[in-house]
Structures are given as structure tokens and as C-alpha cells.
């Protein structure tokens, strides 16, 4: 069976799989942004990177995500002490990772210690 690449890009440690980006999903509160009032996206979602030069803030079900996406599920997987997530559409896709110990939703981080 061949696995095919979704994103291979942008300094991930080996590209997203179809299998990966269609099974592993997590709600986008899991990168929820910090709603104080802020101007800088760095201070509303601190701990947060990204793969684009600049970082975007969105709305879905009406919580502010530190994520190009208009979905409540978006994948993800965790690699070495960070977890990643795959959001956007094509041809303007983002993936952005946060540190395992700041995420709110502990998915999987036990087997990883």
C-alpha cells in the first residue's frame, strides 16, 4: 500500500500522511487563543509557532484559534515534545505547533513520557 504526502514542507520533521490528516483529529480548542486584548498575535497565543512567517488568529464556534482553519476538528500528531496541527485549505496551508505540557487537551502525551 503506498502512503501519500499531504505536506512536506517548512521544516516538519517528515511529512503529513493522508491516513494521519484524515484519522488523528482534535478539537481547535486545543489551540485556543488567550482572549485578553492584545495586538500582537505572539501575545495572543504564546507558545504557539508556525511554518508562515506570520501567525493567524481565527474564529470557529465562536472561539478565537491560533490557526488558519474554519474547522473544530483539525489534525494533529505529536513529535518529540511538540504537537502539530495541520490547518487551512490548500493552496494556503498552515501548520503550527505548540508544546506538549501547554496544550489544554492531554491526548496521547502519557505514551510519549
Known amino acids: 500500500m503506498t502512503q501519500r504526502r499531504i505536506a ?9 500522511l493522508f491516513k ?6 482534535i478539537a481547535a480548542s486545543d489551540f485556543a487563543a488567550l482572549e485578553q ?4 498575535p505572539k501575545q495572543i497565543c504564546p507558545d504557539i509557532s ?12 465562536d472561539v478565537m484559534v491560533c490557526c488558519d482553519t474554519e474547522e473544530w476538528l483539525v489534525p494533529y500528531r505529536n513529535v ?15 501548520i503550527i ?4 505540557n501547554k496544550t489544554k487537551l ?8
Do not use: H, M
Open 8 to 16: 512536506d514542507f517548512a521544516g516538519t520533521e517528515r511529512p503529513y
Open 20 to 25: 494521519e490528516a484524515l484519522t488523528n483529529k
Open 50 to 61: 508556525t511554518n508562515r512567517d506570520y501567525l493567524t488568529v481565527a474564529f470557529v464556534n
Open 37 to 40: 486584548a492584545y495586538t500582537d
Open 97 to 100: 505547533s505548540q508544546p506538549l
Open 80 to 94: 518529540g515534545s511538540n504537537r502539530e496541527y495541520f490547518c487551512g485549505k490548500w493552496p494556503s496551508i498552515e
Open 106 to 113: 492531554q491526548l496521547g502525551v502519557s505514551e510519549l513520557e
